[in-house]
């Protein structure tokens, strides 16, 4: 009998104990704070720093704050500073979800800059969408998605590939091996890519997706040799990349006859991997850190300043920069009115900046970003050498490769034939 | 003396239904709700496996394959009934018209109806529990193999999945739902009615445990969990025993998993990937594993600690840290979970002993899966 | 021809790797029973050892294998005595610690070498290809198969020729009478778990000029190398050895004969076919019991 009693309190405690230490929500008061008071703008800042992509996501976040900060120093946005609101998504989807939701509508920020990969910023669209709020997503991605509460400034396929594919074509052949990670960008770019070669009549020898985070590549490496392509067309990320490229290299295979041509490896993959193992592979990318302009000069002494003489920028780190200051512009010609994300999103429009890339311009039509695609080869001390740079900013086609659809500002439309 | 336990044991578990029903009665912010409700599913996950490995003794480290498949149940159900918004046309969800695909593939067009689905959501995970657990314990493997078997299969499935991204939406999972409407009610994520039906499942879920592990079939299962061989002597079909409880805790994952569809809004391959299948069994070992309220407790304490400490600014850095660091103290030193603390004297009345803990001779290792008859011998000249 | 030389290769070479990963595995689950999910994390202190040894002393590949066995080693020995040993004949709940052990090492890394990838340099005369009968094959993949080999040779000796191998393989079998005839059981485990993670730290030296360095690359290896010791059977040296044979060469042929992703769904799924009709392995130690 005693033991019925003392067992219950003893429960009824731990509980009350473990409810306690597990919920501070429930005694620490979420004061819910107006989205633009007193001389504060609140923004989220979502970028992963523990887990996988934190690799890369971690200069993404650096290039936010600093972008902030850079801000806040010359008095904020019309005398209102920028407060940052940063969580970690640690590389998960779903947490990914969860901090958006804390963002959003826990904290009330009147935008959040994140996401690298699309499968965190498919899982966190449905926060946005729900509650109309805005998303800036600085990283390249596969097009085909026109959504209302998103700002896009990394670069779309067409931006990507448009010159690059031709390039290729006329300076090493019409065999293309299309190698990729498993997952939705890859694929998209490489239909996009067997669209182009169609037109050049060039030939796919061999399509081939390996996993995440896949090192192992003698399998892929004993294919190139049997199919013998004139380009490998890279569309792996991360590790693979270093990977990919020093086993490459290790067997033997000359990059003058069979260059691989990436849309994805930046000078953050060639610091790992080594300059010799990059040496004569090409890249295309509206931003390379070598790039000669006097913006982009004062962006990479201002990002080693601040974060390390030995780190490097790359072509999503830079517009995770540039969007910021876009923002800026955005909510600086608000001026005096209320802050909400759909508003900030219309005076985004037709923004323009000059970035370290050039200048760069929010288009009305679709909210992507004009961009200026360079074409790069690495060198031996871990930069590209610009090889060939667009004479004009190329317009963003999110649904390029599919006549029948077109993104306009309130959605995604289907042309009539 | 069972009945003082069995009654100290109702109302301990009563009392703890009663107070996570009673939150959304102190708290209507939808956002905490939604927070909430997520731990809650982790509790039914998490008391999901103690049915299995705190009660049978079968370490099953691919839980998540059940709960994965439960959500993806869930989602292509919902996603079917989406306003396509994006790009879909002729009825087909969006992702799949990003690969091209022509007409509706055939696994998806039964999931045109909640009824099925849902019944698909329990259904499933335990067809395949059923096929896998009567194709290892037949074998007689136990123990430590189980654990490598479930989770080569989970390592499969998950490649599986990514790979088929014309039929799973691949690596992105399926994102973009609609709510769920049900019998007049609407389970949006932030909604309270989502919050009930998430706190109602996991009430549900402990008493049926509570059920089943008071039953004849359960002391079985914990004789099982305790000597697997001494069972069979006692004429018990061992596997079939085994089996059973694999498939309930399977079905309970997987009806975990669709309630998480709700709550999160989207399914995605991580929810049946290794990190997450690892983490059920942490909570379940920290909260304790041979109790179901225990081990519910385990996962909502655990993942409430994390997503706070997570989120201040302070331990932006070292959060990790400090989780690895709770686990190394809580398996060191309360090696029984959280719930011993509370009540070691309900257990030792219980159980005699739980067969791990009483070997002090790592040598052993291996036999005491109990693959080898041989091993029985040398249990009648230890202490007990 | 050159297709299955190619082939062969590819397949020994994989196998290498693998072998190098599960055999600091194999000799820490056979001799204690401790299913170490750290183990990852030990082959991961042994990449950023070289790389932290290279880029701020400056030194080369090879020297640096020798102190990473030492690092690593004593990492592992010091968690040994302060953490694992108290949770011995607990195997599944040693899965839980070594898990906590795995998130702090790797999150201490992220904190101490930062999140993004590192580089550790090749040495120069392994960076080109040499012609193997006649087919070009990548000379540091060879530098791995043969060094994998001596130090199998290398672990072969010393569990075999001599006395701490001696008192090891007592250990092994039957520890409360080894103990009986005045061996240190727990001397004996602790330098075992030491050198078991010393393997490790070298596999992850050798692996990572071929493939990258980051926090989170031992993870994937983990896996794979339970894989590898449960197939090959448990306190088998020859069962590990022989599992990652057939696992490397199974994986490369099915990788190049379709795509990775497939080649590791169907490896996998054979290995669960394999341990249900034989659990103890390809090779199981026979040992008396009682």
């Known amino acids: 009998m005693g033991l019925k009693r003392r067992t219950f309190l003893k429960g009824a405690a731990a509980l ?25 703008i609140k923004v989220g800042v979502l970028y992963s720093l523990t887990g996988t992509t934190a690799i890369i996501e971690t200069s993404l976040n650096q290039a936010t704050l600093m972008a902030i900060e850079e801000i806040n120093a010359e008095g904020g946005i019309n005398g209102k500073k920028l407060v940052p609101i940063v969580e970690d998504p640690a590389s998960d989807p779903a947490t990914f979800a969860q901090k958006a939701r804390k963002l959003v509508v826990g904290d009330k920020c009147v935008s959040v800059f994140g996401s690298y990969t699309s499968a965190s910023r498919k899982a966190v669209l449905p926060v946005f969408e729900k509650y109309n709020n805005l998303y800036w997503y600085p990283t390249l991605y596969e097009g085909r998605e026109c959504s209302k509460n998103v700002i896009y400034t990394g670069a779309v396929p067409n931006q990507q590939q448009k010159e690059f594919v031709p390039w290729l074509v006329k300076n090493f052949g019409k065999k293309f091996y299309l190698i990729g990670s498993n997952y ?40 190139f040799k049997d199919t013998n392509p004139n380009v490998i067309f890279s569309t792996v990320v991360g590790d693979s990349v270093v990977a990919l490229h020093r086993q490459y290299k290790a067997a033997g295979l000359d990059p003058a006859k069979m260059p691989m041509a990436s849309l994805t490896t930046s000078e953050e993959e060639i610091a790992a991997m080594g300059g010799e193992f990059a040496v004569g592979h090409f890249t295309s990318a509206p931003y390379f850190q070598s790039y000669d302009s006097p913006e982009n000069h004062k962006f990479v002494d201002a990002f080693r300043k601040r974060w390390g003489k030995d780190k490097t920028t790359n072509f999503v780190s830079e517009p995770a920069y540039f969007q910021v200051h876009l923002f800026k512009q955005a909510v600086a010609k608000l001026g005096s009115k209320s802050l909400t994300p759909p508003d900030i999103r219309m005076a985004s429009w037709d923004q323009e900046f000059k970035a370290p890339e050039g200048m760069v311009k929010i288009d009305p039509k679709n909210s992507h970003t004009y961009l200026w695609p360079k074409i790069g080869e690495a060198q031996k001390d871990g930069q590209f050498k610009i090889i060939q740079q667009v004479k004009e900013w190329v317009e963003p086609l999110p649904y390029w490769a599919y006549p029948g659809q077109v993104c306009t500002p309130n959605g995604l439309e289907n042309k009539k034939a | 003396m069972r009945t003082s336990v069995m009654n100290a044991r109702i109302i301990g578990y009563a009392a703890f239904c009663l107070i996570i029903l009673a939150v959304p009665l102190f708290i209507d912010d939808g956002y905490l709700l939604n927070k909430l409700s997520r731990y809650l599913v982790f509790g039914i996950l998490s008391m999901a496996l103690s049915i299995s490995w705190g009660y049978t003794g079968i370490l099953n480290l691919g839980q998540a394959v059940s709960f994965g498949l439960g959500s993806y149940c869930m989602a292509m159900a919902l996603k079917l009934r989406t306003i396509p918004i994006q790009t879909g046309a002729n009825g087909l969800p969006d992702f799949m018209v990003w690969n091209n695909v022509k007409s509706m593939p055939w696994l998806w067009e039964p999931f045109h109806s909640y009824a099925f689905a849902i019944c698909a959501g329990v259904a499933v995970p335990v067809v395949l529990a059923f096929l896998l657990g009567s194709f290892i314990f037949r074998a007689r493997v136990t123990g430590v193999y189980v654990a490598i078997i479930t989770l080569a299969m989970l390592v499969v499935i998950n490649l599986l999945i990514i790979d088929q991204q014309r039929l799973t939406g691949g690596f ?24 009930y039906l998430v706190a109602l499942s996991l009430t549900a879920a402990l008493f049926l445990g509570l059920a089943l592990i008071s039953s004849k079939t359960g002391l079985i ?134 067969t791990p803990s009483a070997r002090p001779a790592p040598g052993a290792a291996a036999p005491e899966t109990g693959r080898h008859a041989s091993a029985a011998l040398p249990k009648k000249f230890r202490a007990g | 021809m050159t297709d299955t030389i190619n082939q062969l290769f590819t397949g020994l070479s994989i196998a290498s790797i693998l072998l190098l990963v599960a055999l600091g595995l194999a000799i820490i689950y056979g001799t204690m029973g401790v299913i170490n999910l750290a183990h990852g994390e030990f082959v991961m202190l042994g990449a950023y050892t070289v790389w932290l040894l290279q880029s701020q002393f400056g030194i080369d590949l090879l020297t640096c294998l020798v102190f990473v066995f030492l690092i690593v080693g004593a990492i592992g020995w010091l968690l040994e005595r302060t953490m694992i040993r108290r949770l011995y004949g607990r195997p599944l709940d040693t899965i839980l610690l070594t898990w906590g052990i795995g998130v702090m090492l790797q999150q ?29 094959q990548s ?27 001696m008192r090891l393989r007592a ?95 169907l490896v996998f799924f054979s290995v669960v076919i394999l341990i249900r009709f034989r659990p103890q392995g390809i090779f199981a130690m026979k040992m008396r019991r009682g």
């Open chain 1, 16 to 40: 009350g104990a473990g409810t306690a230490v597990g919920f501070p929500g429930i005694w620490i008061k979420n004061a819910s704070l107006a989205q633009a008071a007193g001389g504060e």
């Open chain 1, 184 to 223: 939705i960008y890859p694929k998209e770019e490489n239909n996009v890519c067997k669209i182009l070669l169609k037109e050049l009549g060039g030939e796919v020898v061999g399509e081939e997706y390996v996993p995440l985070g896949h090192s192992e590549f003698s399998s892929v490496i004993q294919k």
């Open chain 2, 172 to 195: 992105n999972g399926i994102t973009d739902l609609t709510t769920l409407a049900l019998f007049g009610v609407e389970f949006d994520a932030y909604s309270p009615a989502t919050y």
């Open chain 2, 221 to 354: 299962m914990q004789a099982i969990r305790d000597d697997e061989t001494r069972v069979r002597y006692f004429g018990y079909d061992v596997a079939s025993y085994q089996n059973f409880a694999f498939c309930v805790s399977a079905g309970i994952a997987g009806f975990a998993g669709m309630l998480y569809t709700l709550v999160m809004e989207f399914a995605s391959p991580t929810f049946l990937g290794v990190p997450i299948s690892l983490s059920i069994v942490i909570w379940c070992a920290v909260g304790g594993r041979a109790s179901l309220v225990g081990s519910a407790l385990g996962a909502i304490v655990v993942t409430g600690v994390q997503g706070s400490l997570s989120e201040t600014p302070a331990f932006l850095d070292t959060w990790l840290l400090i989780m690895g660091a709770l686990f190394i103290a809580v398996v060191l030193f309360i090696p029984k979970g959280l719930v011993s603390v509370l009540d070691f004297r309900l257990f030792r009345r219980g159980r005699r002993r739980e």
């Open chain 3, 108 to 136: 201490a890394v992220r904190l101490g070498a930062g999140a993004q990838l590192r580089y550790v340099k090749m040495p120069e005369f392994l960076t080109q290809a040499v012609s193997v009968f006649g087919v070009d």
């Open chain 3, 139 to 165: 000379a540091y993949r060879i530098f791995i198969l043969l060094l994998t080999v001596a130090l199998l040779f290398a672990t072969y000796c010393l569990m075999f020729r001599t006395d701490f191998g």
């Open chain 3, 171 to 265: 250990v092994m079998q039957n520890p409360e009478i080894a103990r009986c005839f005045g061996i240190n059981a727990s001397r004996v485990y602790s330098m075992t778990f030491a050198y078991g993670a010393g393997l490790a730290g070298l596999a992850g030296a050798l692996v990572s000029p071929l493939k990258s360095v980051s926090p989170d690359m031992g993870t994937g290896f983990v896996v794979d190398a339970f894989m590898v010791v449960v197939v090959g059977g448990v306190q088998s040296l020859l069962g590990t050895v022989v599992s990652a044979g057939i696992l490397g060469q199974l994986s490369g042929v099915i990788a190049f004969l379709s795509n990775d992703t497939l080649a590791k769904a």
